[in-house]
Structures are given as structure tokens and as C-alpha cells.
């Protein structure tokens, strides 16, 4: 079992950066590939980028490439996701989420694949 926190969602304007992190507890970080999802009021939960578990390999939704990176530190039991040139649509809360994986490459899943969330972080873009 792993827990799950994110931190670092706050109000930002158009055109600002900001990261996120997640930090997990409670189970060998380094066994989960990870993933950020974010949802907006009245729309349904977006992958939007996703991390192998040595870090090594990244997965991006095309309505984030370029704008968004996933990384993570396994020392620390955190991954980061850092985000540029934000902007008003990118308004949602944020979660980080965690599935057991084999040893390998990454690629987008969706939310069902993963067993474990975080409680969100909310991110607003103002214009």
C-alpha cells in the first residue's frame, strides 16, 4: 500500500510556470510507474503525462507536450510534474496516482490501470 500527497497547486496567471510534486509514503516507491491525471468541473479525468519507474522514460498527452515534464526522484519518494506557459484551460485539480509495474518503458493509461491516488491539488490559471 501507498499514500499519496500532492502539494504546490495555487493561483497562478497566463503564461506563468509552476510545479507540482507528489510525495508517497508507505510502499517501495521505486516498484510504481506513476502518472499525473487532471479534471476539470464537468469533464471526465484527463491522463496527461506518465513516468517509468526509474524515470528513464515519459509518456505525454499531445494537449500538454511541450508544455508539461513528469520526473521523479526516487531517493526522495516524489514525483514532480512542471508546467509553462500556463493557461486557462489548463484550470483543474491535479492528481498523481501510482500503479505496480514491471521493469520497462511507459505509456498513457487511463485512470482505471492505476490502484492508488492522491486527494488532488487545484490548480487555477487566471487571464
Known amino acids: 500500500q501507498v499514500q499519496l500527497v500532492e502539494s504546490g497547486g495555487r493561483l497562478v496567471q497566463a503564461g506563468e510556470s509552476l510545479r507540482l510534486s507528489c510525495a508517497a509514503s508507505?510502499?517501495?516507491?521505486?516498484?510504481?510507474?506513476m502518472g499525473w491525471f487532471r479534471q476539470a468541473p464537468g469533464k471526465e479525468r484527463e491522463s496527461i503525462a506518465a513516468?517509468?519507474?526509474?524515470?528513464?522514460?515519459?509518456s505525454y498527452a499531445d494537449s500538454v507536450k511541450g508544455r508539461l515534464t513528469i520526473s521523479r526522484d526516487n531517493a526522495k519518494n516524489t514525483v514532480y510534474l512542471q508546467m509553462s506557459s500556463l493557461k486557462p484551460e489548463d484550470t483543474a485539480v491535479y492528481y498523481c496516482a501510482a500503479r505496480l509495474s514491471p521493469l520497462g518503458g511507459i505509456s498513457l493509461l487511463g485512470a482505471s490501470e492505476y490502484s492508488y491516488w492522491g486527494q488532488g491539488t487545484q490548480v487555477t490559471v487566471s487571464s
Open positions: 513516468v517509468s519507474r526509474s524515470g528513464l522514460t515519459t
Open positions: 508507505g510502499g517501495t516507491f521505486s516498484r510504481y510507474a
